[in-house]
């Protein structure tokens, strides 16, 4: 069957064609490590996994990279501001190299927790001067750079499709009448190698052909992605708000420089919102994932919530959402338990779900279909429960829910809570409904659901 995915480049579903056979190569704009990274950066890596495992569920052997920033991200995307870093190991007090470790460590713990896999490369930007400073070079010697005061700039009006990616309409941005452009050519330009102001003042400076300084933000990504990827690499992914700027300046510095494509599929995830905005350090309020397990959920309760949105839509986020994916992650939990200790032998119906599941999967990741399949095998009555989790198993190398773990806690029940499935279960003969249900409100209260069965009330813990 063949995987579908939408490409920015095109505005279209593509049906996806590696470079190589059986291949599939991968980058992702991996985080600036100058603080903790929220849940709504966390969907854009659990977006990232999911390429990688539905990739994988395809038989793709997939090489994934995801870059740290670890130098030359500035405070505001437009080459001005302090660098991030820079910034946070002057206000804490520590080396740049510290606070890189501190909240890279922090994030790889975090990706872990919400079973994002492991990416074959993690370059740092800071350990990649030197393909960094060749670059520039390449698009020195092709005239496609110029010099200011503050640094080396790539001159975009020399690359004809500047801005394709973005449709943007360059004519009225090159203008720069309302914006000032400084010594810039075209506003639009931007640095490829920043000069230090004084020597000594910043902790990451490096020499190079053009004085002592540090690279650009947008230069890391093109040069550690073709080093370990090739010129001409599959896929790209990272977030909506990467469009405009950020990969359009990668896309145009590095097929300037090789006269090559540089990506076939470039793949965009939508934001996390919360409050109608998107979540994010600069705006207000965020949550990590240490704060939602603090607040006593599981890690996977969030990865669930993931997956009921799609990548291309904004996930609206709440406590209220994530206590009804929490829930829904519970049940699942049970009725896996539950089918572990089934007998009826039943029919066997793979072959047909697991079509209906590869199918959502493939029409450009729609995860929420795909769980809509997972929870109709589920609840298919016919389909023999072994050969059902078999099954279940097998999707979780995409949705990633430690299914195999799922076992039924066994959590002691209260002597009050007995007592009240018994007085329950007196009035349930007596045929007084409505007094049985005050009673199944009060059970409930307590933490556990009472269900009805042939052969008596069982208890279910919530
Ligand atoms: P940063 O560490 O700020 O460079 O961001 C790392 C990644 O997280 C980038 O690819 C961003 O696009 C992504 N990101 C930041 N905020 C959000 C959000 N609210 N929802 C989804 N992705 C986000
Ligand atoms: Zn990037």
Redesign the pocket.
Known sequence: MELKLFNTLTRKKEVFKPIKKGHAGMYS????VYWY?HI??L??YIFADLVKRVLQFNDYKVKHVVNV?DVG?LTSDKDEGEDKIEKAAREQGKKASEIAKLYLDVFLKDLKRVNVLMADVWPLASKHIKEQIELIKKLEKKGYTYKTSDGIYFNSAKFKSYGELAKLKIKGLKSGKRISRGEKKNKIDFALWKFSEEPGLRQQEWKSPWGLGFPGWHLECSAMSMKYLGKTFDIHT?????IPVHHTNEIAQSESATGKKFVNYWLH?R???FSGE???KSKGEIFTLSELVRRGYNPLDFRYLSLLTHYRKPLHFSLENLDAAQNAYKKMKRKVSELRKEEHKGLDESKEYEKKFLEALNDDLNLPRAIQVVWKMLDDFDFSPKKKLNLLEKFDSVLGLDVKEMVEKKTKIPEEVIELVEEREKLRKAKMWKEADLFRERIREKGFVVEDRAEGPRLVGV
């Open positions: 704009c991996g985080p600036t990274q709504g950066n969907r854009s920033t991200h990272g977030g909506e708000e990467h995830g934001w996390l919102m998107k979540m994010s």
